[in-house]
Each structure stands twice: as C-alpha cells, then as structure tokens.
C-alpha cells in the first residue's frame, strides 16, 4: 500500500536537541494506522520552546485527496483549552473571577445549578454534565436546554466531565461580559495573535466551499472493538450543517501546527513575538492541577487530574515519559495535544479514524512517545 507522506521541517532538530531520525518514527507510526484502518489521515506538529520544529501529514484528508500540513482537521475536545483560555483572558483583564456563580451573568442558569461557579465548570464539577448532547443547535436554543436541565449533583461535589454543555456556558458567559460572540473573541483574541490563520470555530456556508478541498472529513477506523461512536455521528460531523455551527466544546478545525501554535505560546507563558497577551501568572494558574481524586461519573470512573479547561498527566493517550507538569487535552478518540514544560516540548497528533478508547490510546501514545523518545538529553525534574 502507498501512502502519501509529507514532512516540512521548520528547524534543524538539532538545534532543538531532538534525534531526526526518531522523530521520522513518528511518520512510521501513523503510516501503520493507516495500513491497518485505524485512519485515513493524519497530521503532526512538533515543537520545542516555543518554535515549530516539524509538521507531517500522512494518507488523505478525505477521499481522493491527499492529507498536507496544510489540511483542515477536525480538533474535537482538543479545543476546549482554546475556548478555556479565552475566559483566561478576560480574568486576566479583571472582567471576572474564577469563583463568580454562573448565575450573575446567565439568570437563567437555575434548576439546582445556582451555586454553580465558572471553575466549577472549568474542572468538569458543574453538575450538569448531560444538559446538552447536540453541537449543531442555534446558541439561544442551547442555552435554553442547559439552563432548564436541573442540576445532577450539588456543584462541586462529584465529578463529570462536561464534554458539550460546560463549554457552551462558558462561552455565553464569555459573550455577556466582553460583548463579541465565543466565535468572535477567539478569533481576534487568540487566532490572530498568534498567527492560527488557519483556524476556524464555525466554518460559514460562503467560506466552505472555498476551503472544500482543504477540509478533512471524519470516518469510523477499523479498532479492536466497535467504534466509540456511529456512523449517524460521522455523517452530522462531515455535513456543512456540523461545519457552520459554533460549537465550542469542540468545534475547531484547522492545521495541527496551529494548536501546536496555541501550546507554544503556552509554554513561553504568554509571550508571543515579543507581545505579552496573558499574565504568566494567569498561564501558571489555568494550567496548574485543580482537580485529583474525584471519581469522574462519565469517564467510567476515572480519577483523572484536571486544571482550568484542561487535563493533566494521567490521561492514557499521553506516553509515561512526559512529565507530571504536562498539560493537555485530547478530542473524540482521535486526538490529542499537550505541553510539558519540563522538556519545552509541544506535541499535537490528529487522524481521522474515529476508534474505540483503548485502539485509540494506543496509537496516539506512540505516536507522541516518538516525540519524548526523540530528546537528545532527559529534561531536568519531574
């Protein structure tokens, strides 16, 4: 089988203390989830302190068209830091506090959820984790159907992770304090700055075709047990309905070198191109540990770490030989990226098999580990 493979190098990787030809391995790995129907595609971006070292792509995008660096890929869940850190922005301006009820800015945030804070929403402790399922909705219509959901715990005493109806929150809390819609806000807050001009929450009807040949559709991969989701799922995904809805629980699509982009910036905390766009004490504090040891109620019970909109080390897609200071967030059983400052390193991979969890972590972990296993020298710490 011939898969097409692409590797545009940004850097010597020597000059970033990384092996070559480990890091090639990474090329391997995905070509063999290719050869073995666990995706059509995928992209990869590394970096290390702060700089793109390498970006490759492999297979196709969607079909008969090969899948380049430059492909639009769907992110999933891995947005959710993005959206996180647009509310990091407005705290860091003083517009909010972490510990303000939901309920100041959306009265109709009620039905048990009134104690309900914007932390207990960035670490998944809501108490509302089934509200919404629907990513396609009109916002005022999922609004609606959040706020009418009672309450499933009192907030912040149990655990589950909030994967849609959190982040629609946040992101209406987001519009009614800065006045621009989540799309708007992120788009000129983050996107732009940061030059992720690739970068799309809500691909309008006008602008979809233009980019027809650049977007990357979603299928089921060929797993050791059935699919997480079915095909019913990927047909709304794929469909220009899905592309055009704001959805910022995982609604972005772009390049892997984009959300690589996004964790560099991170891991200069907060400087980009010489430009300060968020407090180092506000990067240090979204993406520090708030959350251990509570027994997650959607994820089968996991007692995983969390930070403010993003996960810690612990996640199985993560190989074991990043550090504990790791930060990261993976999407939908196909993605995943992360920063570890510990080593600089910033490590994002997407397909475009939808598998089951445990096909899944499998190949996203040694798809990363080539990255960790590629440093000349073992970073210094924990």
């Not at 700089?51 to 492909?71: F, K, N, Q, T, W």
């Not at 009134?114 to 609004?143: I, Q």
């Not at 075709?209 to 797993?223: D, K, P, Q």
């Not at 997480?228 to 220009?240: K, L, T």
Request: with cysteine.
């Amino acid at each position: 089988m011939n898969i097409h493979t692409e590797i545009r190098w940004h850097q010597e990787p020597e000059a970033a203390d990384l092996d070559r030809a480990l890091l090639e391995t990474g090329v391997a790995a995905l070509v063999k989830g290719c050869e073995q129907g666990w995706h059509h595609g995928a992209q990869v971006a590394v970096g290390r302190h702060g700089r793109l070292v390498v970006e490759y792509a492999v297979g196709e995008s969607s079909p008969g068209h090969p899948m380049g660096v430059d492909s639009l890929t769907a992110w999933f869940s891995a947005s959710k830091p993005v959206v996180a850190m647009a509310l990091a922005l407005l705290y860091d301006r003083g517009l909010l506090t972490l510990d303000d009820p939901v309920v100041r800015y959306i009265p109709g945030f009620t039905q048990g959820k009134e104690s309900c804070t914007l932390r207990h929403v960035l670490t998944h402790t809501g108490g509302f984790p089934n509200a919404l399922k629907e990513t396609d909705l009109e916002w005022e219509e999922a609004l609606r159907r959040i706020c009418a959901h009672p309450a499933e715990y009192v907030p912040g005493s149990r655990a589950g992770y909030h994967s849609t109806s959190g982040w629609y929150i946040l992101g209406e809390v987001a519009r009614v304090v800065d006045g621009r819609p989540i799309d708007q806000l992120v788009t000129e807050e983050l996107f732009a700055p940061l030059g992720m001009s690739d970068s799309h929450l809500g691909i309008p009807p006008e602008r979809q075709e233009a980019l027809r040949e650049r977007l990357a559709t979603v299928h089921l991969g060929a797993g050791e047990r059935e699919s997480y989701v079915d095909q019913a799922f990927v047909n709304r995904w794929n469909s220009p309905r899905q592309l055009a809805a704001v959805n910022p629980s995982g609604g972005i699509r772009g390049p892997a070198r984009d959300l690589g982009r996004f964790y560099d910036w991170l891991l200069l905390q907060g400087l980009w191109e010489g430009r300060s766009l968020v407090d180092r004490r506000t990067v240090e504090l979204f993406t520090a540990c708030h959350r251990w040891g509570l027994s997650d109620m959607t994820l089968a019970g996991a007692p995983l770490a969390w930070g403010l909109g993003f996960s810690k080390h612990g996640n199985s897609d993560i190989h074991r030989d990043y550090s504990r200071r790791l930060f990261n967030h993976s999407g939908m059983v196909s993605s995943v990226a992360l920063g570890d400052p510990a080593s600089g390193l910033s490590c994002v991979v997407i397909t475009t098999g939808l598998l089951d969890p445990l096909t899944n972590a499998r190949r996203l972990r040694e798809a990363n580990g080539t990255v960790i296993g590629a440093l000349k020298r073992p970073p210094a710490g924990p």
